[in-house]
Nanobody, 122 residues
Framework: QVQLVESGGGLVQPGGSLRLSCAAS????????MGWYRQAPGKEREWVAA???????TYADSVKGRFTISRDGAKNTVYLQMNAMKPEDTAVYYC????????????????WGQGTQVTVSS
């Protein structure tokens, strides 16, 4: 059993920055892959970024160059730094943890947090 709690969501202007945090508790965080997904109204849940247990990161094309995912094993926390934000980034962002991190896009397996709302608007 794994518990994931997201925080850091809120309202930001276009071009601004926001950092999301996901605090994990359980027995698999140190050896599992972690990722972020988001879901906008009327759309399916979309993969955003992922980091493996070895620290290798990958990103969706829509956020590449603007978002950065990282993890802190000592604090059992994964982060998503979002820069140069656009209105299209508005969504509920979900933290995910799974044993294997080979595939992410369209693969909705593993454990999930409750989600945190991110709104980009002037």
């Amino acid at each position: 059993q794994v518990q994931l709690v997201e925080s850091g969501g809120g309202l930001v202007q276009p071009g601004g920055s926001l950092r999301l945090s996901c605090a994990a508790s359980g027995s698999i965080f140190s050896i599992s892959a972690m990722g972020w997904y988001r879901q906008a109204p009327g759309k399916e849940r979309e993969w955003v970024a992922a980091v493996t247990s070895g620290g290798v990161t990958t990103y969706a094309d829509s956020v590449k160059g603007r978002f950065t995912i990282s993890r802190d094993g000592a604090k059992n926390t994964v982060y998503l730094q979002m820069n140069a934000m656009k209105p299209e980034d508005t969504a509920v962002y979900y933290c995910n943890s799974r044993r294997y991190g080979l595939r992410w896009e369209g693969v909705l397996t593993g454990y999930w947090g409750q989600g945190t709302q991110v709104t980009v608007s002037s």
